[in-house]
């Protein structure tokens, strides 16, 4: 049942996929409840194919400017649009209300949502999640951040579905009557701050997924930073039950940790022993957790403990997320592409303990201070190879390091460093493509450049089996 029951004239914001998405979704509702829609793409916005076919369709399309023009009752804005933009302020002063599109899909459709968010390990958490939720037998799926627009699932959801959404920063900024049912904090680490303005407005835009929990709903949140810490602390003072995720016990009523290898949760001071956190196919501490908080999720929604261990130990290794590619010539090649933050890597290095790792670092510069980093690569590693846009000032960082052992080594493209590295790895060491910058000085996003170092490991594999 909709919290929204009419619209009236609706502003969409963004020609990319959010927007297409929502456009669609609005013609298919009758005219007493959507009088008329107008997409506006900004001033640098042209005009595709899709585009074309919802103007064909009867939506009016506002493009080249950051102004929009006339007035409506509701505009709901793509993700990408900062809320501080020209645009977004511009559409604002326009309407009696405005909303990100994932407020605007629980609105429409408000019951039974998980919601997750973190710097890093939401996409595999949702995964899992969702997976849990599968095994059970319950009619779930993964939306948000993680690719599927909520929008799009709208029409076909069923009255006992679960949504299990992955939560943006982006997404969460304009939240405003977003309940889910379970919360989930993993982290929060510098990233996106040339979006937010400061790490401060990035935490707070992260916080509002609990913004309206109540004392029927569970918060899952990290012992792992400060900000997850105090966020824990104002959950608490209003009330709210709050699921602690740490590597060793905290000790509270309420909590999800690894204890003598295990992962175990305790809910109401009852606990439970999953499965040992080596038998996950999903490699490093932070998988762990990740797997903790997902079947701490399950836990709390009353799923039984062998479904939930059957999907922990099921569970593989999403596509550019620690991915084990090939071994060739005893190397092992690990595609982790989505690691697009600092924070992300050193999680990643966790996976390795005892080997030679050979990073392969850099792609478009964020401007991240690396100089934690850069002692962390270093006390790792064996080898830093550095390439991209990035790699000269992530190679400078790194060289200034006292104490460390990583030898530093610059290439221009990732080919290069790729090839770099083939020539250094010895049996036993492992290639990691772990870069810690997105991707656009030299491919289209992360999903590209992950194939593309894939590709170029199954030619080392063919090429080596011909000999």
């Known amino acids: 049942m909709s919290l929204l029951e009419t619209l009236g004239k609706v502003c969409v914001l963004g020609f990319g996929k959010t927007g297409v998405s929502v456009c669609k979704y609005l013609l298919q509702q009758p005219e007493s409840r959507v009088s008329s829609v107008t997409l506006v793409g900004g001033a640098d916005a042209t005009v595709g194919e899709k585009i074309q076919e919802l103007a064909d369709s009867g939506v009016q399309i506002q493009y080249g400017s950051d102004q929009v023009e006339g007035t409506f009752d509701l505009?709901?804005?793509?993700?990408?649009?900062?809320?501080?933009?020209?645009?977004?302020?511009?559409?604002?002063?326009?309407?009696?209300?405005?909303?990100?599109?994932?407020?605007?899909?629980?609105?429409?459709?408000?019951?039974?949502?998980?919601?997750?968010?973190?710097?890093?390990?939401?996409?595999?958490?949702?995964?899992?999640?969702?997976?849990?939720?599968?095994y059970a037998g319950l009619d779930a799926s993964a939306v948000g951040n993680i690719g599927l627009t909520i929008t799009d699932q709208l029409a076909d959801r069923k009255p006992e579905s679960w949504f299990v959404a992955e939560l943006s920063s982006f997404q969460?900024?304009?939240?405003?009557?977003?309940?889910?049912?379970?919360?989930?904090?993993?982290?929060?680490?510098?990233?996106?701050?040339?979006?937010?303005?400061?790490?401060?407005?990035?935490?707070?835009?992260?916080?509002?997924?609990?913004?309206?929990?109540?004392?029927?709903?569970?918060?899952?949140?990290?012992?792992?930073?400060?900000?997850?810490?105090?966020?824990?602390?104002?959950?608490?003072?209003?009330?709210?039950?709050?699921?602690?995720?740490?590597?060793?016990?905290?000790?509270?009523?309420?909590?999800?940790?690894?204890?003598?290898?295990?992962?175990?949760?305790?809910?109401?001071?009852?606990?439970?022993?999953?499965?040992?956190a080596d038998a996950l196919h999903i490699r490093g501490v932070h998988n762990a957790l990740n797997a903790l908080a997902a079947a701490a999720c399950g836990l709390y929604l009353g799923i039984d403990i062998v479904s939930i261990r059957h999907a922990l130990l099921d569970f593989?290794?999403?596509?550019?997320?620690?991915?084990?590619?090939?071994?060739?010539?005893?190397?092992?090649?690990?595609?982790?592409?989505?690691?697009?933050?600092?924070?992300?890597?050193?999680?990643?290095?966790?996976?390795?303990?005892?080997?030679?790792?050979?990073?392969?670092?850099?792609?478009?510069?964020?401007?991240?201070?690396?100089?934690?980093?850069?002692?962390?690569?270093?006390?790792?590693?064996?080898?830093?190879?550095?390439?991209?846009?990035?790699?000269?000032?992530?190679?400078?960082?790194?060289?200034?390091?006292?104490?460390?052992?990583?030898?530093?080594?610059?290439?221009?493209?990732?080919?290069?460093?790729?090839?770099?590295a083939v020539k250094l790895a010895r049996p036993g060491s492992v290639v990691l493509l772990s870069p810690a910058c997105s991707s656009f000085d030299e491919f289209t996003g992360m999903a590209q450049r992950g194939r593309v170092f894939k590709q170029l490991v199954a030619d080392l594999a063919q090429k080596e089996s011909g000999r």
């Not at 505009?75 to 309407?95: Q, R």
């Not at 303990?353 to 934690?372: A, M, R």
């Open 75 to 134: 505009t709901i804005a793509s993700p990408g649009i900062p809320d501080t933009s020209e645009l977004f302020l511009s559409a604002k002063a326009a309407s009696k209300q405005i909303m990100g599109e994932p407020e605007f899909a629980y609105q429409e459709s408000p019951s039974q949502w998980i919601g997750i968010t973190g710097t890093n390990g939401k996409t595999t958490t949702t995964s899992l999640t969702t997976s849990i939720l599968q």
């Open 172 to 276: 969460l900024a304009t939240t405003q009557k977003l309940h889910p049912h379970v919360a989930m904090l993993l982290n929060i680490t510098p990233d996106h701050l040339e979006w937010h303005g400061s790490l401060e407005a990035y935490a707070a835009a992260k916080e509002k997924i609990f913004a309206n929990l109540d004392t029927n709903d569970l918060a899952i949140v990290s012992d792992l930073d400060e900000f997850c810490h105090d966020v824990s602390s104002r959950l608490e003072a209003r009330g709210i039950t709050v699921c602690h995720l740490a590597q060793t016990d905290p000790g509270t009523q309420n909590a999800a940790f690894i204890r003598d290898g295990a992962l175990v949760v305790r809910l109401s001071g009852k606990e439970m022993e999953l499965v040992a």
């Open 316 to 420: 593989m290794p999403l596509e550019h997320r620690i991915e084990p590619v090939n071994t060739v010539n005893g190397v092992l090649y690990v595609n982790d592409s989505k690691a697009t933050n600092t924070d992300s890597v050193e999680k990643s290095l966790t996976s390795f303990p005892g080997k030679d790792v050979i990073l392969l670092l850099g792609g478009h510069d964020k401007g991240t201070e690396l100089d934690e980093f850069a002692q962390k690569v270093s006390a790792t590693c064996a080898y830093a190879i550095c390439f991209g846009e990035a790699g000269p000032r992530f190679a400078e960082a790194l060289r200034h390091v006292s104490g460390g052992h990583a030898e530093v080594v610059e290439e221009p493209h990732m080919h290069e460093a790729f090839d770099r």
